[in-house]
């Protein structure tokens, strides 16, 4: 009994340790490298956000969300193989979600090994028109879906996710401004 006891305890402790572990990033972890997206600002008009809350307000002009797209390579930068240093993320979807409905933003191009690139999304009223989003307070969140490539062009790994979560974001549209 004894034996069992010290078999299930350490379980039931590990277990609910790695529960109560939460992030609002998930990184896409690649034969060569860790993917990440994060949202570095959101402008609207002349106001720019750094963290949330933040405002959108159409009568204001358009959202324009920029984010950094990164590429940590796992065996450093350093005598790397040719198959791996020349490595690449090729990107088939990228979306922004508020609250879970996602609008579309265009791809971005490949992401060699190792590197990094700074983008930006524009959020126009007809994006959100077109999503059947209306006025209100929304949790955005960012999302990436690529493929990684070899240094010889052949697929290492297929559709890998990953995705930021920024916080609440509100939206108008009707000149209120946000409150």
Not at 59 to 79: A, M, P, W
Not at 95 to 108: G, S
Request: with cysteine.
């Amino acid at each position: 009994m004894r034996y069992w006891a010290a078999l299930i305890i350490p379980f039931f402790i590990m277990s609910c340790a790695l529960e109560k572990e939460t992030t609002d990033e998930v990184n896409g972890v690649f034969a060569f490298t860790t993917a990440s997206v994060d949202i570095d600002s959101i402008t609207n008009g002349t106001n720019t956000y750094k963290f949330p809350p933040v405002c959108i307000d159409f009568i204001q002009g358009d959202g324009t969300v920029k984010y950094t797209i990164s590429s940590e390579g796992l065996y450093g930068s350093s005598n790397v193989d040719p198959v791996i240093r020349n490595s690449y993320l090729r990107f088939t979807r990228a979306r922004l979600y508020f609250n879970d409905i996602p609008i579309e933003i265009d791809h971005p191009e490949d992401l060699k090994y190792n590197s990094r690139v700074t983008l930006e999304a524009v959020i126009e009223k007809s994006m959100i028109d077109a999503a059947e989003i209306a006025d209100g307070t929304y949790r955005l969140e960012i999302e990436m879906v690529a493929s990684e490539y070899n240094g010889n062009g052949h697929n290492t790994v297929l559709n890998n996710t990953f995705s930021d979560y920024f916080g609440e974001v509100t939206i108008s549209s009707i000149g209120q401004g946000c409150k």
